[in-house]
């Protein structure tokens, strides 16, 4: 029987593998390309999923080519699912003009605008992705889809913030590199919502990690990790950290860890330095102490 | 006073410092870029130095951005140089027609071929880099070049086992990735030592890890490490491990370990994975044990 993924490479990493796939989505219309990194303990069992979204321009190969998040994926038994950022090749006019907006530039949202309807990253990234791994061969018999963990980088940042605010059950835990905090205020995000949302501001704070963590009701609290480089160069006017911990102290949000880490920049330099703790933030809440995390299940 | 260098980008690493540097090459007669990784010890102190030989096509980017070594390298206290593959830029007819020979593919040798006089990569390396990290700002005060270590990929792999061998006192210990083993007798050694160095054979072997282990009469050996996936698409035409192997063999050479990686392939994954123990490899040849290396300073 023909699988629904069409495998179009694989690379030994870590002693797992990084796989490469190709399927049809129908949630977005097109043919989509994601990568799983399967740790080296998913030949023996069924491992945790941990999502990353990436960031503006991106697809799944920024991450998985220079994150080196394999490493202590593979130490923990954690798989790593790196889905593209939007729609790709659906002819959209302008769809390639701006490198913010349109392809490249899903922002993680069910557009609501006629033009951009194709643009439903969030239903992908949070109902079709998970139920192709939790069904589809080779990922029901290696992953535990139903155990997942979210994070993300820049857009992608706003996206884990966004996904897991939103389905509290369904993540773990939720991690950010550089997330664009409050998307609301600020010039990407803007253009982004007007474009795929329309006029209305109101229907842009299911969006926005700022407004959810304002309207957040529990009681499941995933832990936030979130890092940010003092000498990123969106910092003041794209990603607004001290919105977001302004957004945590009002609502008493909690556990969440909001860092500033002095001299790094908004490159895959900083993910790198910080794969390490972020990935192992996430397996403690995946596979941590019995019971940690068994509620969820 | 205005460097010799010019500092191109800068981006925070593992506590550490990628910086990528422009220079005029006098050896090459061309702008030449390179990377220098300053771990944090270099803050402090003065730190030896590492050399990276990148493989066909690359430049220094391919290691820096994908490999992951700084990792390693920040926490032992060693500085990571990655030079580019050739001269650029200087309009040498038919220089990017392959992806080969030419641009991208110096096989670190001295051309003695006319149309390719330019192509200095042995001196480059050997010489007019490590003169500049003893001399020019900021390098002549950080980094101690004369305490070096030598490790590549593929064609850089093989230009790391030549440079070593060829100055065992001067590289305290050899490396490589999937080395190009005994380019003598297999296609992509063949076209580029014709090429470069034109039809007389003996001159060749200069240039060839295999022979120059054959001739080797020591007294200083540097310890070699070597790493080779067993599904490398280039394993058996061009790679060449057992011919290596034999030539270790048959020389007597020693200590050198020649390990086959299984299930790896020739990308920057099998090196990630490997990046580690490579460097820690290099960093206790450079920094061991007290008297361990001392003897080379």
């Known amino acids: ?77 954690v798989a790593l699912v790196a889905p593209d950022t939007s729609p790709r090749g659906l002819g959209v006019e302008g769809e390639a003009d701006s490198w913010d907006f349109g392809v490249g530039a899903g922002f993680y949202v069910n557009a609501t605008q006629e033009k951009w309807r194709a643009w439903r990253m969030y239903d992908y990234v949070v109902e079709e992705l998970p139920s192709l791994l939790r069904t589809a061969a080779p990922f029901a018999a290696c992953l535990d889809a139903d155990r997942a963990s979210v994070f993300g980088h820049s857009m992608g940042g706003h996206g884990a913030l966004v ?43 299911q969006y926005d990690a700022c407004e959810l963590l304002r309207a957040f009701s529990g009681p499941v609290r995933p832990p936030i990790l979130v890092d940010t480089g003092s000498a990123d160069k969106f910092l003041e006017v794209q990603l607004q950290p001290g919105a977001l911990e302004a957004a945590v102290k009002d609502s008493g949000y909690g556990p969440a860890k909001l860092r500033m880490q002095d001299g790094y920049d908004h490159s895959y330099f900083f993910i790198s330095t910080f794969a390490d703790e972020h990935v192992n933030f996430h397996a403690d809440a995946l596979l941590g102490p019995p019971g940690a995390g068994g509620g969820k299940q």
């Open 1 to 77: 029987m023909a699988s629904v993924v069409e495998e179009i490479s694989a690379n030994r990493h870590h002693g797992g593998f990084n796989r490469r796939y190709k399927h049809r989505s129908s949630v977005l219309g097109c043919d989509m390309t994601f990568t799983v990194y399967f740790p080296p303990a998913a030949d023996s069992g069924k491992v945790p999923v941990l999502y990353y979204l990436s960031g503006l321009t991106c697809n799944d190969e920024n991450f998985v080519q220079k994150s080196g998040a394999q490493r202590a994926a593979a130490a923990r038994g």
């Open 163 to 205: 996904v897991g605010l939103r389905n509290p059950q369904a993540y773990h835990s939720i991690s950010a590199f550089a997330p664009v905090c409050n998307p609301c205020n600020v010039p990407w995000g803007i253009k982004a919502f007007t474009g795929y949302l329309g006029e209305d501001r109101e229907a842009w704070k």
